[in-house]
């Protein structure tokens, strides 16, 4: 095609520069004009011709959303969905081996195991050093307390999820009671 602009036409449905906006030069009713088509370079498809750009985008829109959906509903009669396969290749599961990585576990927080002897403060339930549990303020930071190993305790979760921003002396006061 002998005097064919392209430029390529990049969003929405018409994805990251794989369809091109060409023009070229013609005759219409005697005087000389400008077609505009949509084509896909490495086909070779037109997918839209027209005598305005808008025109042109338009129809192509409407074409590509009718191959797509043709497409995915081919392929649901064949029992696998391509938007899938699109998302999450196979081959992306398949080479990674689970790994299971032993985080190490800080000083500190052995240290405040080892002071509430492997129990939670509050209930007495026994915990693991590398399980879950949460180290805890028995006074709280939001009314003064500090991160001072004399103010830290070993808590299990709902222990310290349930004391919330209490001290410790109100949140046993108010278990007890």
């Not at 649901?76 to 969905?81: F, I, P, S, V």
């Not at 307390?145 to 103010?151: L, Q, R, V, W």
């Not at 310290?160 to 006061?173: C, G, R, W, Y």
Request: charged letters at 25%; hydrophobic letters at 40%.
């Amino acid at each position: 095609m002998n005097g064919l602009l392209q430029r390529p036409i990049i969003g929405g449905v018409f994805g990251a520069g794989r369809y091109v906006l060409a023009t070229i030069p013609c005759v219409m009713r005697g005087l000389h004009a400008v077609r505009f088509m949509v084509i896909e370079p490495a086909s070779g498809a037109v997918l839209s011709l027209a005598d305005d750009k808008v025109g042109a985008l338009d129809d192509a829109r409407a074409a590509i959303r009718a191959n797509t959906l043709l497409e995915l509903q081919r392929a649901q009669l064949q029992g696998n969905d391509p938007r899938q396969v699109e998302l999450w290749p196979g081959a992306l599961f398949e080479e990674r081996p689970v790994v299971d990585r032993h985080r190490p576990i800080s000083k500190r927080r052995r240290d405040i195991y080892a002071k509430c002897g492997g129990r939670c403060h509050y209930c007495d339930t026994p915990l693991q050093l590398d399980g879950i549990w949460h180290v805890e303020h028995m006074l709280p930071r939001a009314l003064g307390g500090g991160d001072d190993p004399a103010n830290l305790v070993a808590a299990c979760a709902p222990c310290n999820l349930t004391k919330s921003d209490q001290t410790a002396v109100e949140f046993i006061v108010k278990r007890r009671s």
